[in-house]
């Protein structure tokens, strides 16, 4: 029984620890106070309800779909996935990043699979470079000055930015200070090296918060300055030479750099490393996945870089540390990164194959998604002055280095204002921080269900007005559904005593179809139930198509389905009592489904609305 017990605890434990802030430890397990319910119970919401805000037979309710029946067919997975540059604010573009990858890792672990999310800091990358150098020669400020910096530093350093390259476009004598910076930098030395890390760090912690807005969370965040002082790329090199991966170019273009020759043009290569001795992105990315893959021979160290909801969040160090936890060593790898980065992804996996691992190349896949700009409309509210050139335009593209582009905190901001104007119109009696909460989960859930219902390859319009829609193909209206439903049960047993745990087939020999049911009924049951029953399925396919379009567009249809029958067919008043106990079970179950669709999705679950 301790074995069983065990194993059943690690189970919960990874359909758990993406969604709630659980420690293993955490899942103690006690028998139940009526066979009835089962033979064992566990007592987590209990704790989480304070934390969470939220009350435990709420928490019970979502986290109790989130169960497995399929089988998973991996050793490991690793998520790559958000990825911003830490060196100013996250804009709205990194939102569907990492709701695509969150939601992928979400439904691998539903699937059965290990998996482990990694979030990359580039923080040696030219783009903390333009602020180290903004803050050292424009602004002339110290170490010191940027600790006593008040406010959201990421906000600061994203005006910073866009200054410095203007400045750095206006100035190209500017460039030879900006490469010693990047030499000292990538050597380790003071205070440029300092500077970075300082600017790095604070903006990573800035960005974890922003995604925790949307309950999205990371296993560890490999740095690239930590590849740089431990070397990956010089055992990736040399392995690259090794087996005639790579080559010197002794003539031509690109003479006195290490290339690959290209493996749908031979005529052409891709430089690896440059002349001047510095490896390129592509070079630092063969050498990154290698190491997910437990072939480079050299690991990271890890210390503690955060808390987040009662879990460890891990981040790579240089320093030997003991006692850390071990990361890589993946059977497949998902990197989640834009259509632009196509071209180079298909350089890094030719990069696996050129080194004889095939096996590893084929399992490399690369979770492609087009952009995010926003609609006129939503430009306005956000009080964003366009220029006339913008003006002719449907939509605002990103732009960093132009301080062009929307910042994601200022879109939930508005996201969640909008959200309470609606309860404050729907339910003025509301306390002060429960309308808020709700507004909070309102808006997350609008903005991750609107990321996830267009197709992948589609270029996404936000408008507030359509993701905040109550009626239309939105979040919001899936939520609404779910608040119906639990309604409906809370109603039950304040007016009758019965419990949802007591909505139980019958176990008497009774058929699950009442006698004298309606033949439209009857078929309106079943359409509702073969909806519901078809989420796995619609799972697997949105996993195996990296489509979650798909899932969206099932949660959409059953919410329609469920109002249909639920407008149909009285439930609470329903004399009849074998038809009322059968279309509870019918409600009930379709209510697991829609939970366990939207906990796949990140979409949270507001008490009401």
Not at 121 to 129: A, E, K, L, M, Y
Not at 168 to 180: D, M, N, S, V
Request: net charge neutral; aromatic share 10%; glycine share 6%.
């Amino acid at each position: 029984m301790i074995s069983f017990k065990t194993r059943l605890k690690e189970t919960i434990y990874e359909r758990l620890k993406g969604v709630y802030p659980v420690a293993i430890e955490d899942l103690d397990m006690a028998p139940t106070p009526d066979p009835k319910m089962g033979d064992l119970a566990l007592t987590f919401p209990f704790q989480l309800a304070k934390t969470l805000k939220k009350a435990p037979r709420a928490i019970a309710q979502e986290a109790a779909p989130l169960r497995s029946s399929l089988v998973p067919e991996e050793d490991k997975i690793i998520i790559e996935h958000t990825n911003i540059n830490p060196n100013k604010a996250a804009h709205i573009g990194h939102l569907r990043n990492a709701c695509l990858g969150d939601t992928l890792a979400r439904c691998l672990r539903f699937k059965g699979e290990k998996v482990e999310v990694q979030n990359y800091i580039d923080d040696t990358g030219v783009q903390v470079v333009d602020v180290v150098f903004g803050f050292m020669e424009l602004e002339k400020k110290t170490l010191d000055d940027l600790e006593k910096l008040p406010g959201k530093f990421d906000y600061y350093c994203w005006d910073l930015y866009a200054r410095t390259s203007v400045y750095l476009g206006e100035h190209p004598e500017a460039q030879t200070k900006k490469a010693a910076i990047i030499k000292k930098i990538e050597n380790g030395q003071d205070p440029e090296y300092a500077l970075s890390r300082y600017v790095s760090r604070r903006i990573v912690r800035a960005h974890l918060a922003t995604m925790r807005r949307l309950g999205i969370a990371y296993d560890v965040l490999p740095c690239e300055s930590t590849i740089l002082h431990l070397k990956f790329w010089e055992k990736a090199f040399d392995l690259l030479k090794e087996r005639q991966a790579i080559y010197f170019a002794a003539q031509g273009e690109n003479k006195g750099c290490w290339v690959m020759r290209l493996e749908e043009d031979e005529e052409r290569e891709k430089v690896i490393v440059r002349s001047d001795g510095t490896v390129t992105y592509v070079g630092k990315d063969i050498a990154y996945q290698l190491w997910k893959f437990g072939l480079l021979g050299r690991d990271f160290y890890y210390e503690p870089f955060a808390e987040e909801d009662g879990r460890t969040l891990w981040i790579s160090t240089s320093t030997p540390t003991p006692g850390g936890p071990g990361f890589g060593e993946a059977s497949k790898v998902y990197n989640v990164i834009d259509t632009r980065q196509s071209y180079l992804q298909k350089i890094v996996v030719q990069g696996l194959r050129s080194l004889k691992y095939d096996t590893q190349a084929a399992k490399s896949v690369h979770f492609s998604y087009e952009m995010v700009a926003l609609s006129p409309k939503s430009l306005k509210e956000l009080g964003y002055a366009a220029s006339e050139e913008e003006k002719e335009r449907s939509f605002l593209e990103v732009s960093g280095r132009k301080g062009l582009g929307v910042k994601a905190d200022d879109l939930l901001d508005r996201l969640e204002d909008k959200a309470r104007a609606e309860i404050e119109k729907r339910n003025p009696g509301l306390p002060t921080d429960e309308k808020q909460r709700i507004a909070r989960d309102i808006a997350s859930g609008a903005l991750r269900y609107f990321m996830l219902k267009f197709a992948r390859n589609s270029l996404i319009i936000f408008d507030f007005d359509e993701a905040l829609n109550f009626e239309g193909e939105t979040g919001p209206y899936l939520q609404y559904t779910v608040v119906r439903l639990n309604s409906i049960f809370r109603k039950l047993k304040e007016r009758d005593g019965v419990a949802e745990s007591d909505i139980v087939p019958p176990t008497d020999g009774r058929a699950l179809l009442p006698p004298g049911l309606s033949e439209k009924e009857t078929a309106d049951f079943w359409g509702l139930i073969v909806a519901a029953a078809s989420l796995d399925e619609e799972v697997l396919r949105s996993v195996a198509g990296l489509e979650f379009s798909h899932l969206a567009k099932f949660a959409f249809l059953l919410c329609q389905k469920f109002n249909g029958y639920y407008h149909k067919y009285p439930v609470l008043a329903e004399e009849n009592k074998e038809v009322k106990a059968f279309r509870l079970l019918t409600i009930r179950t379709t209510k697991e489904q829609l939970q366990c669709a939207l906990a796949l999705m990140g979409i949270p679950l507001p008490e009401r609305m």
